[in-house]
């Protein structure tokens, strides 16, 4: 209480005092704030951040060093000048509007450092992710930032003279809906783009089928996706019209193994053939094939008795998507070799005339 009582006398005593002497004990306070904050983040902060296995901290911590050590000062030159000098006053708008304004630069050359550093540390692991080529929207993020910053900086800086920049905001503000309005279809498919990144329908290297092409996926972009179809023809289809296609992944129908695929193929052979018989060539068939895998689905049904057959359905995987029509190739003209070798019939569509 006797404390809180004399520290007030002072602080009334002080108030009345000459200008130089409060300039003086201002000074002499903000010089002592500014030793025994950098004593602090120098000595029990900074070893308190090395303990920490993840190094972004201390680097971080570089990058507001600049601020520590001087932000302290200023803020305290600020405080002084004001509280001693009337406001609008040289003396006030010389020292105590320029800390500030160097307070201001200092923070925005800290952000900024932190922007250009930390960014492409968020951007690379997200590439990794979702293996999207994001080095164009780093960029444009990086820039948009560096000129808020720097914007925000020089306008607070005006401020403290007084300067109005209501007329450069409201400018600024206009000029930003015109670009948004010119860029509404670039910002749906950016949109578009960054939804997919999070929902991952595919990535580069799996076989898909989407819009009508069928193909391999060769390059994700944040506006389009590219597909190199079986005929080397590279199909460029923009991410706003995937967002709302049917996407067959080839890739991701199997968890264990995702390059495995289903084969499947109906086969017709005519009606005298022994069902038995012609199962037992087909699987021989496909237990030999160097594209098949052992599958417990793997199976040959008697699908249907037609007019001109039988119909049989074989149900087969391969190891590898990327081999499948190899493997329906050698699959189809082992059947062929062998059906003739054991006299089965492959029928083809005909028309028989009878006469009475």
Same mark, same amino acid.
Do not use: H
């Given at each position: 209480m006797v404390t809180s009582v #004399?520290?007030?006398?002072?602080?009334?005593?002080?108030?009345? #005092?000459?200008?130089?002497?409060?300039?003086? %004990?201002?000074?002499?306070?903000?010089?002592?704030g500014t030793?025994?904050?950098?004593?602090?983040?120098?000595?029990?902060?900074? !070893?308190?951040?090395?303990?920490?296995?993840?190094k972004l901290d201390d680097r971080l911590f570089e990058h507001f060093r600049p601020l520590i050590n001087v932000g302290s000062l200023l803020v305290g030159t600020w405080?002084?000048?004001?509280?001693?000098?009337?406001?609008?006053?040289?003396?006030?708008?010389?020292?105590?509007?320029?800390?500030?304004?160097?307070?201001?630069?200092?923070?925005? !050359?800290c952000l900024s450092n932190i922007v250009v550093e930390f960014i492409p540390i968020f951007f690379s692991h997200w590439d990794d992710d979702t293996e999207i080529d994001l080095i164009g929207i780093q960029n444009g993020v990086i820039a948009v930032?560096?000129?808020?910053?720097?914007?925000?900086?020089?306008?607070?800086?005006l401020s403290q003279f007084d300067i109005d920049v209501t007329a450069v905001v409201a400018s600024a503000t206009v000029l930003?809906? %015109?670009?948004?309005?010119?860029l509404q279809e670039s910002a749906s498919g950016l949109v578009a783009g960054a939804l997919m990144a999070f929902d991952k329908p595919f990535k580069r290297g799996d076989k898909v089928i989407v819009a009508g092409t069928k193909g391999r996926i060769t390059d994700i972009g944040l506006l389009s996706t590219s597909i190199k179809t079986g005929e080397e023809r590279m199909v460029i289809i923009p991410n706003k019209q995937l967002a709302t296609e049917v996407i067959e992944n080839y890739a991701q129908g199997n968890t264990d193994n995702p390059e495995q695929m289903n084969l499947r193929h109906r086969l017709q052979v005519?009606?005298?053939?022994?069902?038995?018989?012609?199962?037992?060539?087909?699987?021989?068939i496909l237990t030999e094939c160097e594209y098949t895998m052992e599958h417990e689905k793997t199976e040959i049904l008697l699908y249907d008795i037609l007019d001109?057959?039988?119909?049989? @359905?074989?149900?087969?995987?391969?190891?590898?998507?990327?081999?499948?029509?190899?493997? @329906?190739?050698?699959?189809?003209?082992?059947?062929? !070799? @062998?059906f003739n070798e054991s006299n089965i019939e492959l029928p083809y569509p005909h028309i028989e005339i009878s006469k009475d």
């Open positions: #004399a520290l007030s006398a002072i602080w009334q005593d002080l108030n009345v #005092a000459e200008w130089w002497i409060r300039l003086s %004990v201002g000074l002499a306070l903000s010089v002592i030793i025994i904050i950098n004593i602090i983040a120098k000595g029990p902060l900074l !070893k308190f951040i090395s303990i920490s296995e993840n405080l002084t000048f004001n509280w001693v000098f009337e406001s609008g006053t040289i003396p006030q708008l010389a020292f105590g509007g320029g800390s500030v304004i160097l307070l201001l630069w200092i923070s925005a !050359k930032s560096n000129v808020v910053i720097w914007s925000a900086a020089i306008m607070m800086s930003s809906l %015109v670009v948004g309005m010119a005519g009606k005298q053939s022994d069902p038995v018989i012609v199962k037992q060539i087909i699987m021989d001109s057959g039988l119909m049989f @359905r074989i149900d087969c995987w391969i190891s590898d998507y990327n081999e499948e029509r190899r493997a @329906r190739d050698w699959i189809l003209c082992e059947i062929i !070799k @062998r």
